[in-house]
């Protein structure tokens, strides 16, 4: 949805600097992102926050589903730091004109400010003596493209010849970019025509890239969006209106308007309201495929050529008015199920506290709803209540869209229909299954390099919360060999598995046991019913790969100044722990060069790199 003026955004800086304000906001749909055009430049050293509230009249930040964004205040902004200060002014690099439309381009490292500019604003076109003079009526910024556009007071004939000057204005506002530098004054700048159409032959076409698009095409009851149209040449302004445009599904238009001259336009596509379906109670408002259709043959160019035929939008949108409605309910337990029908999905908001639901017995006790969560794929609303019902119970359930805060909606955003008393099936048995009372016990053990992985044997799930340290377990090896420590361990509660990474790879031969104690703090080992695992000592461990039975062998040996890198063919790793003294390596050197000894000897990987006593030349 297209955002008008600062659209509830603010930016506060330091006391004492100049005040910044938004002079601009784009949203940027697949990126996610808000890109806010600010009055100047703010400098690296400067602090800023920016602050959001949602705007009382106008579009504010929404999602694809119609939720607006939540308020925020002193958000703080950090600066890039991959540019350095700006002071390079912005120079002209070309002027055309097309009609009574004279665009320059400037040559600037960022972007113009985008600050309105008043009157001629310093500009003036010249033309020869004897023709018709030229004054500049308006001048009109596009930051991001780097352009100033003159509206001139009459247009410039094909074989005329023009240049444009410009002095820097003494009060007001002033070219300039983003950082504060003013354009430098020009004087005669020679002004090119741009290529228009000659009357008699082709007449404006559609843009090849991008013809027509649209911001959103899933609109619900009412909801606005803005369609992109572009022409593949500026055409005559007054020549194209609401009339020229075609479109499906009861949509209506309104707001039609150029970006930049004639060439890119934007208008508001807006889905049928409630008024529309009042006065029509009996039409089908739900639609797909809609297009979106140009009348050519009623729009002229510049040069008063006409187009030919109608153009038709090759992106479609879709309109669903119809709010998803209940059509039954079921309850097991403390679960109540909604089943919606809709022609398409639920939305998948997440809902708060009861989220506007309330749940009626005949008998026995209240009963509140403590939460709810929607299944947008199967178009389900599942409550949580405050208590189980029981089998005998007869319960009713009731919807009232609340004031504030995300509701049941279809993906189109259509808000769930209010309804009152909807008998609610109880499936609840009549005797309770009985609860979980056993904990898991250890099964099994199986280490592999530096992961060691438990298997539990459970009736159901394991708890998967996260496990902090150790959570309790120890590993031990034979007497003389590396200590073993336990870094973390990891639950996987449908396998009923915990995964132990140790500080250091088992090896193959090496006998281990693993013990669990019960952390005193913390989360700990245990089933989704809450009962904790058993403590267990000196559990076995099996090998979970064969044993390596091959030695390595040497490949190659490369020596640069003082070391020498020896290569090893292996299957898996060298051992980095248990490494050969330096002593057992000799180093020998032809002539009468000076003895080599080795200092020291490190391992990584498959290699073996030793530190030498002297340079090799």
């Known amino acids: 949805t297209a955002l008008v003026g600062n659209a509830g955004f603010t930016v506060n800086t330091a006391a004492g600097t100049t005040a910044i304000t938004v002079t601009g906001v784009a949203v940027h749909i697949t990126d996610k992102t808000v890109t806010l055009t600010l009055s100047r430049a703010v400098v690296a050293a400067e602090t800023v926050t920016v602050s959001y509230t949602k705007p009382t009249f106008g579009n504010g930040v929404r999602d694809a589903a119609g939720n607006e964004a939540a308020n925020f205040s002193e958000k703080a902004v950090t600066h890039d730091g991959t540019t350095a200060a700006d002071t390079t002014p912005p120079v002209i ?16 490292a960022n972007t113009l400010d985008g600050a309105a500019l008043a009157g001629n604003a310093g500009f003036t076109v010249n033309t020869a003596a004897g023709a018709t003079a030229i004054t500049v009526s308006s001048a009109v910024v596009n930051a991001t493209a780097k352009t100033v556009t003159l509206t001139l007071s009459r247009t410039v004939a094909a074989t005329e010849t023009v240049t444009v000057s410009y002095t820097k204005p003494e009060s007001g506002a002033v070219v300039q970019d983003a950082a504060g530098n003013d354009a430098a004054n020009f004087s005669s700048q020679p002004v090119t025509h741009s290529t228009a159409t000659p009357p008699g ?7 090849a890239t991008n013809p027509i698009t649209i911001s959103d095409d899933k609109l619900h009851l009412g909801e606005s969006v803005t369609v992109t149209i572009r022409f593949s040449e500026a055409i005559a302004e007054s020549s194209f209106t609401i009339a020229d445009l075609t479109v499906g599904g009861g949509a209506t238009l309104s707001n039609l308007q150029s970006t930049d001259g004639g060439t890119t336009w934007t208008v508001t596509l807006t889905a049928p309201g409630f008024l529309d379906i009042l006065l029509a109670p009996t039409a089908d408002r739900n ?11 009623g729009i002229t160019n510049r040069a008063g050529t006409a187009g030919a035929g109608t153009a038709e939008s090759t992106v479609t949108y879709d309109i669903d008015v119809t709010p998803p409605s209940v059509s039954s309910a079921a309850v097991n337990g403390d679960q109540l199920v909604l089943s919606f029908i809709d022609a398409n999905i639920l939305g998948d908001t997440a809902l708060t506290g009861s989220a506007g639901f309330t749940v009626g017995s005949t008998t026995g006790t209240a009963i509140t709803v403590n939460s709810a969560v929607i299944n947008a794929t199967v178009k389900t609303v599942t409550l949580t209540l405050s208590r189980a019902v029981t089998s005998s119970e007869t319960v009713s359930v009731s919807y009232t869209k609340p004031e504030s805060g995300n509701v049941v909606r279809d993906a189109a955003g259509n808000g769930a229909s209010d309804f009152s008393g909807q008998a609610v099936t109880n499936n609840t048995p009549a005797t309770p299954a009985p609860a979980d009372t056993t904990p898991p016990v250890i099964n099994t053990a199986v280490v592999t390099g530096d992961k060691l992985v438990l298997t539990y044997t459970e009736a159901n799930t394991l708890d998967a919360a996260a496990l902090a340290g150790n959570a309790g377990f120890t590993v031990n090896t034979a007497a003389g060999a590396t200590a073993i420590t336990v870094s973390g361990a990891v639950v996987n509660a449908t396998a009923k598995t915990v995964t132990l990474t140790l500080s250091r790879a088992v090896a193959a031969t090496e006998t281990v046991t693993v013990s669990y104690t019960k952390p005193e703090s913390g989360a700990v080992v245990q089933d989704a019913a809450g009962n904790d695992a058993v403590s267990f000592s000196n559990q076995a461990v099996t090998h979970g790969t064969p044993s390596d039975t091959t030695a390595p ?10 070391k020498l890198v020896l290569s090893y063919t292996e299957e898996g790793s060298l051992d980095a722990v248990n490494t050969a003294a330096a002593s057992a390596f000799a180093v020998s050197s032809a002539g009468n060069a000076a003895a080599i000894s080795v200092n020291s000897v490190a391992v990584s990987g498959k290699t073996v790199t030793l530190t030498l006593s002297r340079v090799v030349t």
Do not use: F, M, R, W
Request: hydrophobic fraction near 40%; glycine fraction near 10%; charged fraction near 10%.
């Open 93 to 108: 690099n070309t002027a055309v004109v097309t009609g009574d439309k004279l665009v320059l381009t400037y040559t600037e």
């Open 201 to 207: 032959t082709q007449g404006p076409t559609l843009a």
């Open 287 to 297: 639609s797909t495929g809609n297009k979106i259709s140009v009348n050519l043959a």
């Open 553 to 562: 062998v040497i490949n190659t040996a490369v020596v640069t100044g003082d």
